[in-house]
C-alpha cells in the first residue's frame, strides 16, 4: 500500500493505515477544529451524557458502519456449545478446593448451585437483551439503548478490560496446566527476568502463541470455529464423566458428615469464590448477530448451556468430597491430589487434559467476544473506526480480532496470575449489575410514552432498589454477624420491587421471548450481583478507579467528539433522507 491514496485523497502509510482510519470525524479534521470541539465539551457532555440509541438505530444505521455483514450461520445447537465452552475453563479444577476447604466444606455443592442459579439470573437478563437486539456489541449495545451513552462508554472500557484481563490469565493457565502435563512446575515453561519487578518478572511466550493460534481460527471463520469449539468441549464433557465415574467408585459417604462446618456464612462465602466459575456466557451474547433465528435459538443455547454447567459442577463437586474429607482438599489442585490420595496418580494426567481443552475453548469464546464488542464500540465511534470493519472474504471482524489477540499476548507474557485474577472479578459483577438495571428501565421506561407520574415512580423504586442492594452488601462485607442489618434493607428492596411491580405500568413487552417474573427476576440478579461485589478485595476497587479515570480522560478528550460528531452525522442523513421520501410522496399525490 505504499504511496497508496485513501478515498479523502490522503497518503496512506505503508501499513495500509491512514489518520482517517481512526480519527475520521470532523472534530479532528485540524487543530482548530479540535481545539473547537473542546472549546464546546460542556454542551457536547449534555448531549451525549444521558443520550439514549434507539433498538431501530443499532439494528440498522449501526451495523451498517461496518459495510459488509456477519454471516448467519449459528443455530441453537452451536450457542448451547459456545456456552459451555466460554464457561467450563479451569474454574472447576481450581475454585473448588479453596471454597471447600476454607469456607463452606462439603456443602460446596450448594454454594455452587446458589452462585449458579445467581448466574442463570443474569443469563436471563441478557437472553432477552439477545433476542431482542442479537447485534454484536452484547452487552454495550444494552446499557447504550436503556441507560445511556455514558454508561455505556464506561461499561464498555470495563468490558473490553474484563476480557483483556481473562485472555492473559486463560493463557497463562494454559501454560501451567501444560507444565502439570509433563510433571514441571508451572513457572519452568516461562522465562524469568530477574530485572522486572515480581509480578511481571516471568515472562510466558506459550501464552502470547496459544493466543495467535486461536485468533487465526477466530478470523476464518465463525462457524469453523463453532465446529472446533464444540468437538473440544465434547472432549472435555467426557474428560468430567471419566473424573464422575472413576471417583465416585472410591467414594465415601461419611465425607459428608459434616455438612456445613462454617454455616451459612461460609457457604455463602463460598458461592461468592465459586460464582467466577460461571463468567464468561456474556461474550456468547455478542455471537447474536450471527445467529439464524434468535428468538429460538438464543434462550435455549444460553439457558440450556448455563442449565447444564450447574449440573456438572454440582456433581463434579460433590464426587470431590465424596473422595476426599472436605479437610484434606489441596488448594491448588483438589482433583489432581484427590486421585492421588485414592491409588490413582495417573488421573492427574486426564484432569490436566481436562483443564487444557477447558481453558482452549475459554480461550477462543474470549477472542470472538471481545473482538465483537469492540467492533460495535467502533461502529459508534466510541473506539477507533476501522475496528467495525468486517472483512468482505471471511464475513469476521478481523481487525478488532488481531488488536485484542495482541493486547491479550502482551499482557499474558508479562503478568502473573495473581495479578489478573484480582483483576478479573469486579468489572464482571458491574457489568452483570447494570445489565440486569437496564432490563428494568426497559420494560418499564419508553420514551414519549411513559407519564412523567410512572417515570419518577420508576426512578423512586430504582433508587430504593439500588440503595438497599448497596446496604446490604456493605452489611454483609463488614462481618456483622447479626440480622438486625437486612431487616431492615432486605425489606426496603422487596417493598421496593414490589412497588414497582404493582405501581409502575409496564411500558414494553418484548416481541419473541422475555424474562419471567419481571421486576422479581431483574432486580434479585441486580441485587445478588452487588452482594457478590463486596466478597471483592480493596485492591481490585482501587485499580477499577484507576482505569475508570483513565477512560474518563479518554472520553473528555477523543470518545466524546467522535462520538457527537457520528451521532450528528447519522442525525442528518437520517433527517434528509425523510425529506427526501416526502418529497417524493408529495409531488407523486401532486402528480395524481
Not at 342 to 367: E, H, Q
Amino acid at each position: 500500500m505504499e504511496g497508496g491514496e485513501n478515498e479523502n485523497g490522503g497518503k496512506k502509510r505503508g501499513c495500509g493505515c491512514s489518520k482517517q482510519d481512526f480519527l475520521p470525524e470532523e472534530s479532528f479534521q485540524s487543530c482548530r477544529s479540535y481545539l473547537n470541539a473542546l472549546c464546546n465539551t460542556k454542551s457536547r457532555l449534555r448531549d451525549r451524557l444521558l443520550a439514549r440509541s434507539a433498538d431501530h438505530m443499532e439494528l440498522h444505521e449501526i451495523r451498517g458502519r461496518s459495510q459488509h455483514e456477519m454471516k448467519k450461520r449459528l443455530n441453537w445447537w452451536d450457542i448451547i456449545w459456545f456456552g459451555i465452552g466460554a464457561v467450563m475453563g479451569s474454574g472447576i479444577f481450581v475454585l473448588t478446593g479453596e471454597a471447600a476447604r476454607n469456607h463452606s466444606g462439603p456443602a460446596v455443592v450448594v454454594s455452587y448451585l446458589i452462585s449458579g442459579m445467581t448466574a442463570l439470573l443474569s443469563v436471563l437478563c441478557y437472553t432477552e437483551f439477545c433476542v431482542e437486539l442479537p447485534v454484536a456489541g452484547g452487552s454495550f449495545t444494552y446499557l447504550r439503548v436503556e441507560l445511556g451513552d455514558f454508561v455505556a462508554y464506561i461499561a464498555a472500557g470495563n468490558i473490553l478490560f474484563e476480557y483483556v484481563v481473562a485472555g492473559a490469565s486463560v493463557a497463562r493457565s494454559w501454560t501451567s496446566y501444560l507444565a502439570t502435563l509433563f510433571n514441571h512446575d508451572p513457572n519452568s515453561f516461562r522465562f524469568h527476568a530477574s530485572s522486572f519487578p515480581e509480578d511481571y518478572s516471568h515472562l510466558d511466550p506459550i501464552a502470547a502463541v496459544v493466543s495467535l493460534l486461536i485468533c487465526i481460527a477466530a478470523c476464518m471463520s465463525t462457524k469453523g470455529s463453532s465446529r472446533f469449539n464444540s468437538i473440544a468441549s465434547i472432549v472435555h464433557l467426557l474428560v468430567l464423566l471419566f473424573i464422575l465415574i472413576v471417583g465416585l467408585t472410591k467414594a465415601n459417604p461419611q465425607h459428608f458428615s459434616n455438612f456445613a462446618p462454617n454455616g451459612i456464612r461460609g457457604i455463602l462465602k463460598a458461592s461468592s469464590i465459586l460464582f467466577f466459575a460461571y463468567v464468561g456466557f456474556d461474550g456468547v451474547a455478542t455471537l447474536g448477530e450471527e445467529v439464524k433465528n434468535p428468538g429460538r435459538d438464543i434462550p435455549i443455547g444460553l439457558i440450556g448451556s448455563m442449565l447444564i454447567i450447574i449440573l456438572l459442577y454440582c456433581l463434579l463437586s460433590a464426587t470431590l468430597i465424596l473422595i476426599q474429607p472436605y479437610y484434606q482438599i489441596d488448594v491448588n489442585a483438589p482433583f489432581t491430589l484427590a486421585f492421588q490420595a485414592i491409588g490413582l496418580k495417573w488421573a492427574k494426567y486426564i484432569v490436566a487434559l481436562g483443564a487444557l481443552k477447558g481453558m482452549t475453548t475459554v480461550l477462543l469464546a474470549n477472542i470472538l467476544g471481545q473482538a465483537r464488542y469492540f467492533t460495535h464500540i467502533g461502529r459508534t465511534h466510541m473506539a477507533p473506526p476501522f475496528l467495525a470493519t468486517i472483512n468482505e472474504k471471511t464475513r469476521t471482524p478481523v481487525n478488532a480480532t488481531v488488536v485484542m489477540t495482541l493486547v491479550n499476548s502482551i499482557v499474558g507474557i508479562f503478568t502473573s496470575l495473581d495479578v489478573l485474577a484480582n483483576l478479573l472479578s469486579l468489572t464482571t459483577l458491574l457489568i452483570f449489575s447494570l445489565v440486569a438495571l437496564a432490563l428494568l428501565v426497559r420494560r418499564y421506561y419508553v420514551g414519549g410514552e411513559t407519564t412523567c407520574s410512572n417515570r419518577n415512580k420508576l426512578i423512586l423504586f430504582l433508587m430504593l432498589i439500588i440503595g438497599s442492594s448497596i446496604a446490604t452488601a456493605v452489611y454483609w462485607a463488614i462481618g456483622k454477624n447479626g440480622w438486625i442489618g437486612y431487616a431492615v434493607t432486605v425489606p426496603i428492596w422487596f417493598i421496593a420491587t414490589l412497588g414497582l411491580n404493582l405501581m409502575v405500568k409496564e411500558a414494553k413487552k418484548p416481541k419473541s421471548w422475555g424474562v419471567p417474573l419481571v421486576p422479581w427476576l431483574p432486580s434479585a440478579s441486580f441485587a445478588t450481583n452487588v452482594f457478590i461485589m463486596a466478597s471483592v478485595d480493596g485492591a481490585s476497587y482501587v485499580r477499577f478507579g484507576i482505569w475508570t479515570l483513565l477512560l474518563l480522560l479518554y472520553y473528555v478528550f477523543i470518545a466524546l467528539h467522535a462520538s457527537y460528531d457520528a451521532a450528528k452525522e447519522t442525525t442528518d442523513t437520517t433527517s434528509a433522507a425523510t425529506a427526501t421520501c416526502l418529497e417524493d410522496g408529495g409531488a407523486s399525490q401532486l402528480h395524481h
